[in-house]
């Protein structure tokens, strides 16, 4: 144990009590020794390249290009995908894929190339192989937006009676290292890999891929944190492509950007070096515009769930509560103080000694009650569940997974047992599918108890340890759908199973509604089953920013549904900090309150008169824009873009844009600027190309450029684009139509997705566009229908007007 791991195991101690803190010190050994016994030896290694090309093979979509020493796989997927798979890996099994590979490109043709190369040839892309290895993705003009070297293994060299062999591994532990190293042009800007504090664009330096807690609370430069994913969208003049290495192993990537003219006149490119533990070499590439990219990306992955239309609404958690009068207070206070609300969290603190699926009567004696008298009042109760079981005979989950084999055990067989707040606990094994059906039907006593939504925390998965990781051993082993394997490959796809487990479970006990299930902890696909938040942010201004980072990161890498800790979940926040968060939160897709155990309360009345009428006018602000929210997240299923956008969304060749990470698009009408910092009362705000309206002072400015707004403590500056047409609750509850008046000689637009209620039912998408007709703005349906919406004019001169009348017109 190193002098690190020493101050670390004095905190953990003293942050979960003597008791707990002795069972962390005896749940690290026990990990340690089981690694020790279990884990192949790092063995001899041989380093590998794949060597001159020696042949090919047409396959449809691509082909097998053979080498001296291994073989690549290239196949062009009917929407434009590439897979490119080394040493024999196909894209499938896949926990990402959302069922069948996509059908191939049958147009795609692989022929020889320059200097005993080959190329697949398709409409959407080009792909050349060097006679080396080297593979570069082209768009069809030729431009270059990817070049991957070589790859190099490292392949342990097999010793007849090792003791990997008794473990049940291949001698050697039949695990190859690998690294390979990419190229992207000069201008070129990297973002995703999952949630990040310090983005959303993504600087040099290196990047785990290792879902981990942070032990506490995160802050901007803390890496990694509890949902991390190999998925890079890299943005440059000659294209936007996405690139996912389909490998759910530990991995580090080191980046580093490229510069123009360096040195002696010629462009330096930026570079992405992976390096893998073991696990196929694999990977998709995906290149369009952003919309497209994300497009293609939410084809091969899966549409994002829908969340149900209240679950858009404002939502207050806390660990902490303690009793259902407390949760009944909390209620009765935004009532009294008029501020709209759609949920209520119980955290730890409503089961019985911390065991899931459980309540404390003492403090709960009626929770069914308690739910139907909140429904009443329109406001629902979402509860944690944490994946880990407390390890009890007599306690009826605990029982029932034991005798169902459900719990992950190590290499003897025997139950790996961890430490959570329930004390010494058992982990599901969720790559099982008969786990993830026994763990499923669990829900029915949350929805019995009057839930009607869950948040999965601490699986990533947690174990309270002393020193090492706080995780499960990485000799754990596991089920992986039948393959078989241990934690090393399971252990970032444990967040994503338990959500399909959870997901699919409340589908069958209630067919008729949409699930509501967000996950600290997943991977690439966890779209397909709810969204996420940003765990345990450190109460602080960077903590206020990075919040941000994370909700576009994570849009960016397909899951549109995300949200902070509002106000910060581990300190107390000052009255400005909360409110600026607040005001930020109204505007993202998860618009929830929450705080650790001791770290204050966060309603807004708690922060004075001030802040409670400056929240109030956010949440009406949220209110208001419900309808819109509910077509942004329609349209996220449809087409796997996220409600929040960055700037460059629609201009990924503004440079500057492209720089810019302290404002963000919400869908494509209006433009949000945060007051990421103390004090600030004006700030500069960069704009896309076009014209733009202050939402507030209606102020009209033209885009590109950077132009300087008021950001006064009553509101954040939200700009609105000139033609825009959206949905937004009016005065009597309906909807209508909000214009922004067109700049002049142009156009404009919007699409509006009505509720259809919480169920399954197929969207109805209405396309409306904008423009001004003997000076008056006229608002139609492209279908030729009747517009059906009363229409609200803004921006023109005299402040507001009425839709120009006509056949299938608004009036």
Excluded at 451 to 480: I, Y
Aim: hydrophobic share 40%; net charge positive; glycine share 14%.
């Amino acid at each position: 144990m190193d002098g690190r791991e020493l101050v670390r195991s004095v905190r953990v101690v003293r942050a979960v009590g003597p008791a707990q803190g002795l069972r962390s010190v005896r749940s690290a050994w026990r990990a340690r020794r089981a690694d020790a016994r279990a884990l192949p030896r790092r063995a001899t290694e041989r380093a590998r390249v794949p060597g001159a090309a020696r042949g090919a093979e047409p396959r449809p979509g691509g082909g097998v290009i053979h080498f001296a020493r291994s073989s690549l796989r290239v196949r062009v997927a009917a929407g434009g995908a590439v897979f490119c798979g080394w040493d024999g890996a196909g894209p499938e099994p896949s926990y990402a894929l959302a069922g069948a590979c996509p059908e191939v490109d049958a147009r795609a043709v692989l022929e020889p190339d320059t200097e005993g190369g080959w190329r697949v040839v398709s409409e959407r892309v080009l792909v050349v192989v060097s006679r080396h290895g080297a593979v570069e993705v082209r768009t069809p003009g030729g431009a270059v937006l990817r070049r991957e070297l070589p790859p190099r293994w490292w392949d342990p060299v097999e010793q007849p009676g090792a003791p990997d062999e008794a473990a049940g591994l291949p001698a050697g532990g039949g695990v190859s290292r690998w690294v390979q190293r990419s190229e992207v042009a000069a201008d070129a800007r990297f973002f995703g890999l999952g949630g990040r504090a310090h983005g959303p664009r993504l600087r040099d330096g290196a990047y785990r891929l290792w879902n981990t807690d942070p032990g506490g609370a995160f802050v901007p430069g803390d890496d990694p944190l509890s949902l991390t994913m190999p998925v890079q969208l890299v943005v440059a003049d000659a294209g936007t492509h996405l690139v996912f290495h389909d490998n759910s192993w530990d991995g580090r990537v080191l980046l580093r950007e490229g510069a123009e003219g360096a040195g002696s006149g010629h462009d330096r490119p930026g570079t992405c070096e992976l390096r893998m533990d073991g696990g196929p070499l694999r990977y998709w590439v995906l290149a369009g515009t952003p919309a497209r990219v994300l497009q293609v990306w939410t084809a091969l992955t899966g549409a994002p769930a829908l969340p149900p239309g209240w679950a858009l609404g404002h939502q207050h958690a806390r660990w902490g509560f303690g009793c259902q009068e407390e949760v009944r207070r909390v209620v009765s206070g935004y009532r009294e103080h008029d501020l709209p609300l759609s949920a209520v969290h119980l955290d730890i603190d409503h089961f019985d000694r911390h065991r899931v699926f459980t309540v404390d009567r003492t403090r709960f004696p009626d929770l069914p009650g308690l739910a139907r008298e909140l429904r009443a009042e329109g406001v629902r109760l979402v509860s944690i569940v944490d994946p880990a079981v407390k390890a009890d005979p007599g306690d009826a989950v605990y029982d029932g997974g034991a005798a169902a084999g459900a719990f992950v055990r190590d290499d003897r067989g025997r139950e790996v047992r961890g430490v959570v707040w329930a004390g010494e606990s058992v982990y599901p094994d969720f790559t099982d599918a008969r786990v993830r059906k026994w763990w499923g039907g669990l829900y029915a006593e949350r929805l019995a108890q009057g839930f009607s939504g869950v948040w999965h925390d601490m699986n990533e998965p947690v174990s309270f340890t002393a020193f090492g990781e706080r995780t499960l051993p990485r000799s754990a082993r596991h089920a992986l759908e039948g393959r078989g394997g241990d934690h090393r490959e399971a252990h970032n796809v444990y967040g994503l199973a338990m959500a399909r487990a959870g997901f699919e479970g409340l589908c069958e006990l209630r067919p008729e509604e949409r699930p509501f299930l967000f996950s600290r902890s997943g991977w690439a696909g966890l779209q397909r089953y709810g969204g996420t938040w940003s765990g345990d942010v450190a109460t602080g201004w960077p903590g206020l920013r990075a919040s941000l980072s994370l909700v576009l990161g994570l849009g960016l890498c397909g899951v549109p549904y995300s949200g902070p800790d509002i106000g910060g979940f581990s300190g107390v926040p000052s009255a400005e900090l909360y409110l600026r968060w607040f005001q930020l939160g109204a505007y993202l897709p998860l618009f929830r309150t929450h705080s650790a155990i001791g770290a204050g309360r966060r309603e807004p009345w708690e922060f004075g008169p001030e802040v409670l009428e400056h929240a109030r006018a956010a949440l009406r602000e949220r209110q208001r824009l419900l309808p819109y929210f509910g077509t942004l997240g329609q349209l996220a299923r449809l087409t796997g873009a996220p409600y929040v956008r960055p700037l460059w969304w629609g201009s990924p060749r503004d440079r500057a844009l492209r720089d810019c990470d302290d404002a963000f698009l919400l869908g494509d009408a209006l433009l949000v600027a945060p007051a990421l910092a103390a004090g600030v009362t004006r700030r500069p705000v960069r704009l896309p190309r076009g014209r733009w309206y202050d939402t507030a002072t209606g102020r009209a400015y033209d885009g590109p450029g950077q132009v300087w707004v008021e950001a006064p403590l009553s509101r954040i500056p939200v700009l609105a684009r000139a033609g825009a047409v959206l949905p937004v609750a009016g005065a009597d509850g309906g909807t209508e139509l909000e214009v922004w008046a067109p700049a002049a000689g142009r156009g404009g637009g919007g699409l509006v997705v009505p509720d259809a209620g919480d169920g399954w039912q197929r969207p109805t998408v209405q396309r409306f566009s904008s423009r001004w007709v003997g000076g008056r703005v006229v608002v139609e349906r492209r279908d030729g229908g009747a517009v059906g919406y009363p229409v609200r004019v803004r921006g023109t001169d005299d402040g507001e007007a009425s839709a120009g009348a006509g056949p299938g017109k608004g009036s």
